[in-house]
């Protein structure tokens, strides 16, 4: 058995190739580089360079490797971004995976583990958001993750591929000293960066109707969400039967502020976050349920909020020492 994991060479991608490996299952890497970095690859899980949009490539690795399942993970993430390049998103999100999904199909691949998104759910109506709760994504990003899952539920069908989507909730946290979030748009990546360049980080919004006025999000650690993701595609190994998506979520909000507090504390560099405007689309508060995932994927929350900001700060650190 191996599995091709798409976007093995990004943040997430790289903590899942490392979670395979620990677990002793093989995988190869097929990455394009666009936000990826080879050097999140290990020497000894063959990397194949290229997109999901060529399907020649795809065939080929598919065929050369003699993969059985897919860890769909690459993508476009830049959910603000998306809203200004809605066919950029599309293309690499929804017609690279419509791309992927044909050759699986022609190779006789059955299996599929897909990285959804929290942004499928736009504002939620609710506190604690379940996997039932409406779809109302706000962005081309949220609506090509959620176009992605029609695609899975429609090939499981039409060619009973069988498939789970995970919805992330706000991924943070490094595995290991050599892995770390390099987007230029999350929030720990932007606060670290502040303060290596000695600005004073940003709190965007600050009279949101929550307890400090700051938004609420779910963080959960990048190296457990790896693990529901082994065990995902163990489950589809087995043949067992999995939901056709489950929320990665801590069932706990956290709100900037905390975060700005528990980075303080990390990095011992004490500051007092200014306040910026709200940006436009960022909803007050998402928390999600992670119960179902618990129950069927051994999904369980392993670090602590100081475990997330210690590591990604030390692992940020030492990239830039
Ligand atoms: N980081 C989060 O908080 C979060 C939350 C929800 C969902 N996600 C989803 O998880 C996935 C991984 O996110 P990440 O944070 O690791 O981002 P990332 O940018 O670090 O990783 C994406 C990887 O995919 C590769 N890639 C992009 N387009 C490709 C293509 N056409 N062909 C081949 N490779 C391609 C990139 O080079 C990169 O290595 C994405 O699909 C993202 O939408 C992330």
Redesign the pocket.
């Known amino acids: 058995m191996t599995w091709l994991v798409?976007?093995?060479?990004?943040?997430?991608?790289s903590h899942v190739v490392a979670a395979l490996r620990e677990a002793d299952m093989s995988c190869v890497v097929?990455?394009?580089?666009?936000?990826?970095h080879a050097e999140f690859v290990p020497a000894d899980v063959p990397f194949v360079r290229?997109?999901?949009?060529d399907a020649e490539l795809v065939r080929s690795a598919l065929a050369e490797h003699q993969v059985t399942g897919v860890i769909h993970?690459?993508?476009?993430?830049y959910a603000g971004v998306s809203v200004q390049q809605p066919l950029h998103t599309y293309e690499?999100n929804v017609t690279?995976m419509a791309v992927l999904l044909k050759e699986m199909q022609d190779a006789g691949i059955d299996r599929v583990v897909f990285?959804?998104?929290?942004?499928v759910y736009g504002t939620p109506p609710t506190d604690i958001v379940t996997e039932d709760t409406p779809k109302n994504p706000e962005s081309p990003?949220g609506e090509s993750?959620l176009i992605g899952e029609w695609l899975l539920r429609d090939q499981g069908v039409a060619a009973g591929l069988r498939h789970t989507s995970l919805r992330?909730?706000?991924?943070v946290g490094s595995g290991s000293i050599t892995l770390y979030?390099?987007?230029p748009h999350?929030l720990f990546p932007l606060v670290f960066e502040a303060l290596l360049a000695g600005r004073t980080p940003k709190i965007n919004g600050t009279d949101y109707p929550t307890p400090d006025g700051t938004c609420v999000r779910d963080y959960i650690h990048v190296a457990d969400l790896a693990l529901a993701h082994v065990e995902a595609a163990r489950k589809l190994d087995e043949g067992a039967l999995l939901l056709p998506a489950y929320n990665l979520g801590s069932g706990d909000g956290v709100s900037v502020r905390q975060i700005m507090t528990a980075v303080a504390a990390a990095t011992g560099i004490p500051f007092e976050p200014e306040s910026a405007p709200r940006r436009p689309g960022d909803p007050a508060r998402i928390v999600a349920s992670g119960e179902l995932a618990a129950r069927d994927l051994g999904w369980a929350m392993r670090h602590t909020l100081d475990q997330m900001v210690t590591s990604a700060w030390q692992a940020r650190e030492a990239a830039a020492a």
């Open positions: 798409t976007g093995g060479a990004g943040y997430i991608g097929l990455d394009d580089l666009s936000s990826g290229g997109s999901i949009l993970i690459a993508g476009f993430k690499q690279g990285s959804s998104s929290a942004a990003y993750k992330y909730f706000n991924v979030d390099t987007s999350n």
